[in-house]
């Protein structure tokens, strides 16, 4: 059973904050992961992808992967009233066909004014 | 470019009754998949296809069949609707990425929303 765990929500942070979103994976051998964002009753939204250890920064997202300790995370700096919405954190094994993604339940953040 | 278009989106079916979720995408995409997202959960994948004429299972395919005549369209047939099946179903196609990371981004669809009752 593939597993992809987020830490459990809401979180809240006032704007101009840093929010953290967490997320851990059971499977040894997944080697692409990714964060999207979903608005209510919207569809997800690819925001970050990472592949390797490290940090990777994109405008005022960081995703930061950690294989060794198969886990990932999204640094959000600077949080906007927009930037509220459930994010999910999604894997990708060796092997697997493209696409073929594992989904947590997804974090939902709210920023507020 | 409308990028992927999925219709109904909203249908109410009684248990028993079958029907077809449309998919189709304008963007050349070899990959379609089908996921289903229930109330708090994340998204689980259905069914996949890798290109016209080929189809496989994803983590939970029963109750579902899927076919690909066309590189454009990828409908999901609900056979016999159950109340477990309601849910939001997502389309989505994938654009490969260059170089050795290819792991490509998923461009979903606006999704399904299906209640049976």
């Known amino acids: 059973q593939k597993e992809v765990e987020q830490n459990s929500g809401p979180l809240s942070v006032p704007e101009g904050a840093i929010a953290s979103l967490n997320c851990t994976y059971s499977?040894?051998?997944?080697?692409?992961f990714f964060w999207y964002r979903q608005y209510s009753g919207k569809s997800p939204e690819l925001i970050m992808s990472?592949?390797?250890?490290g940090d990777k920064e994109d405008g005022r997202f960081t995703a930061q992967l950690n294989k060794a300790s198969q886990y990932v995370s999204l640094l959000i700096r600077d949080s906007q009233p927009s930037d509220s919405a459930t994010y999910l954190c999604?894997?990708?094994?060796?092997?697997?066909?493209?696409?073929?993604?594992?989904f947590g339940r997804g974090t939902q953040l709210t920023v507020w004014p | 470019n409308a990028g992927v278009t999925q219709t109904p989106k909203f249908r109410i079916l009684k248990i028993g009754q079958s029907m077809t979720l449309q998919c189709t995408q304008d963007?050349?995409?070899?990959?379609m998949y089908w996921y289903r997202q229930d109330p708090g959960m994340g998204l689980k994948l259905i069914y996949y296809?890798?290109?016209?004429?080929?189809?496989d299972k994803g983590e939970v395919p029963n109750g579902y069949n899927v076919s690909r005549s066309t590189t454009e369209d990828f409908p999901l047939r609900l056979e016999l609707a159950a109340p477990s099946q309601t849910s939001v179903y997502f389309c989505?196609?994938?654009?490969?990425?260059?170089?050795?990371?290819?792991?490509?981004?998923?461009?979903f669809g606006e999704g399904s929303r299906l209640t049976v009752l």
């Open positions: 999604a894997v990708n094994n060796r092997g697997s066909t493209l696409g073929r993604l594992y």
């Open positions: 989505a196609s994938i654009r490969l990425a260059g170089g050795p990371t290819n792991t490509g981004e998923l461009f």
């Open positions: 963007m050349n995409h070899n990959y």
């Open positions: 990472i592949y390797s250890n």
């Open positions: 296809s890798v290109g016209a004429g080929i189809t």
């Open positions: 499977d040894r051998v997944s080697q692409s």
